[in-house]
């Protein structure tokens, strides 16, 4: 196997810049620092105090020595940004909305770490996966960086790759080694949309709960997986526009919501009728029943 020496691979660079120079700028992309709406209540503001350099980092420089991959840069800050999906981009799969995300990365031409390895990738973490069809204003991904960046400025440069459909909310600093995203979130809030009368949801609520459902059985794999919906179930209530849905999850037990609708539902006719699942956000659940966000 070949490793170059040290210095093959600095001529290496040096080549690359070169490359890089003639064919000119790549981010050409100019946004101003309004900072970014936030979901009422959040405690994730954008931050107000500037990092490092700010809108600087949207001059139409090369990308730096980190889009080159096998040469790995040590990360010094960490951003997460929550972010929507609405419209035609709630019929991705969680796989294909990692892509959509990644190549948006790449062309803004942020300052972001790699993975190491034979296949390197930009170091990006995604949270909880969310299913074909749902909508929704509770998805989060978190990016390392090579050099300090404004966090506002940043994320003015991604929304500008971004496939229509998709929104940013909000973007804050975050511990480069604070724990991963999906070892903080355990519960999910929903709302299913569709226009039937409130009574006829608030009658459905109230059947849930004389009768409540103790077992879920679905097929999997050729086998049935008996599921106890109790501990995975929070709350449920009836709103003008459909049901509210407090759903626990966590390793090898989560339930999907549409699961507690069609069953909420009459069976045929009316219960058929297609409806709406949006997902409002994602909390941490303590044991004392407290909720704190991601």
Known sequence: MFFPSPAFRA?????????????????????TSAPLPTLPGSATEAPSTPLGTGPAILSGHPPPLSRLGPLRVEAVQRLRFRFGRHGWVRFLSHLEQIEAFRRAFRRSGLPLTWSGGKGPQLRLAFGVAISVGHASDAEYVDAWFTRRVDPVACAEQLKAQLPQGFVLHTVKRIPLHFPSLESLMNLAHYEVQRDDPTEQWEEAVQRWYRHPIEILEKPKGGKIERIALPPLIRQISAQPSGVDLWLRFGAKRHVKPEWIIQRLLPAGGDGQRPFLVVRLALYGERSDGSLYEP
């Open 11 to 31: 001529s290496l660079v040096a080549q690359y810049q070169a490359a890089l120079q003639r064919l000119g700028p790549v981010v050409t992309q100019t946004a």
